[in-house]
């Protein structure tokens, strides 16, 4: 007895004169859906597959162009704490495109992780944010910030991560008590022990870490227990509808009473409304991140955003 899996792709041929070449390319790009599908299924060439595929590989182009033309920017998102004090700001990476315009991380992220760009870019990241925080020390307006640098995992996983974050910290000056680094989820599930070595490395140095989009996605809480986090960030899916949605509500209390009880601090993001803010603050909830505040901003526009604050809980 023998069990196959065949991933199938099919296509139509025939209504117009065409190469050979062309209707092969297509049941192959079929079937790497059915592939993708998870294997052993069959999938039709759809148009519009052929139109993602080919914009996909424009923009990895671009994104090559992008490093060396200068094209990307960070952003800065204000956080709160119940004080009503400016304490800590999220860097949010953006691409200015000559053509697109803004395109969102979201967009050109995995992109940059799948094509192994995302080393130059998270580096990128790292070195800019750090300056930033460098030049902020000056500052007495400035100069209590944290920054929140998001860390993806394929970048967390390089061989070298821990000498590149430590290289920053020595080129730019910065206090590396004043970086944080977001991770998301993923981190937790394979090789424990590393991801552990690695973050207590840099804890030394001073450097702090939040788990980022917490809840969304299947952390064991064993696993959650032994990584050595100061953070979690409640995700904004469940900020959203939390006074609408019950099981929103109960997770996001959930995540605060689990932060309390880890000993660890909670912040909140994508908080719109004061009406959310009230119920996490009612939760137990400290810091909050969101349009409520200020949306991402450009590094002149948040830097006058942050002098306001100051002078307002300062005066
Ligand atoms: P994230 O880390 O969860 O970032 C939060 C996202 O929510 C940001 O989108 C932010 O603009 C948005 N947001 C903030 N407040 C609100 C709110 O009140 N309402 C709503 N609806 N949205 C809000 P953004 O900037 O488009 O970033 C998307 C994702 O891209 C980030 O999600 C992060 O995973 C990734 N990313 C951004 N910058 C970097 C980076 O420098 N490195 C890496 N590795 N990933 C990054
Ligand atoms: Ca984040
Ligand atoms: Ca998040």
């Not at 148009?47 to 920017?73: C, G, H, I, S, Y």
């Not at 979201?106 to 790292?126: H, N, R, S």
């Not at 994508?270 to 969101?290: I, S, W």
Request: aromatic residues 10%; hydrophobic residues 45%.
């Amino acid at each position: 007895e023998h069990h196959s899996s065949p991933s199938i792709g099919v296509t139509l041929f025939g209504e117009k004169t065409e190469t050979i070449a062309e209707p092969l390319k297509r049941a192959d790009l079929a079937m790497y859906q059915a592939k993708a599908a998870g294997r052993n299924t069959v999938r039709f060439f759809d148009p519009k597959m052929q139109a993602m595929v080919t914009q996909r590989a424009e923009l990895e182009e671009d994104l090559r162009d992008a490093m060396l033309n200068d094209q990307f920017e960070l952003h800065y998102q204000a956080q709160f704490n119940d004080q009503g004090q400016l304490f800590a700001a999220e860097a949010l990476i953006r691409w200015r495109h000559p053509e697109r315009g803004l395109i969102s991380p979201a967009e050109f992220i995995p992109i940059a992780e799948d094509t192994g760009l995302i080393t130059i870019l998270g580096y990128w990241v790292l070195n800019t944010a750090m300056q930033q925080l460098a030049k902020w020390a000056e500052h007495p307006e400035f100069a209590g910030l944290t920054l929140a640098v998001n860390v993806s995992p394929s970048q967390f996983h390089q061989k070298n991560f821990v000498d590149q974050v430590t290289d920053v910290i020595d080129l730019t000056g910065a206090d590396p008590r004043r970086l944080k680094l977001e991770l998301t989820e993923g981190f937790s599930i394979s090789n424990i022990e590393e991801v552990i070595a690695r973050m207590s490395s840099l804890r030394q140095r001073g450097v702090s870490f939040s788990l980022d989009d917490f809840g969304t996605g299947y952390s064991s809480l064993s696993y959650l227990k032994r990584l050595p986090l100061d953070q979690l960030k409640i995700d904004q899916s469940f900020v959203r509808d939390i006074l609408i949605d019950p099981n929103d509500a109960a997770i996001a209390k959930m995540v605060i009473v689990l932060a309390d009880s880890l000993g660890l601090s909670v912040v909140a993001e994508g908080v719109e409304t004061l009406a959310q803010k009230a119920f996490l603050e009612q939760q137990g909830c400290r810091a909050y991140q969101g349009y409520l505040y200020s949306k991402p901003l450009a590094l002149a526009e948040f830097e006058a955003f942050a002098l306001r604050a100051y002078q307002i809980s300062y005066s």
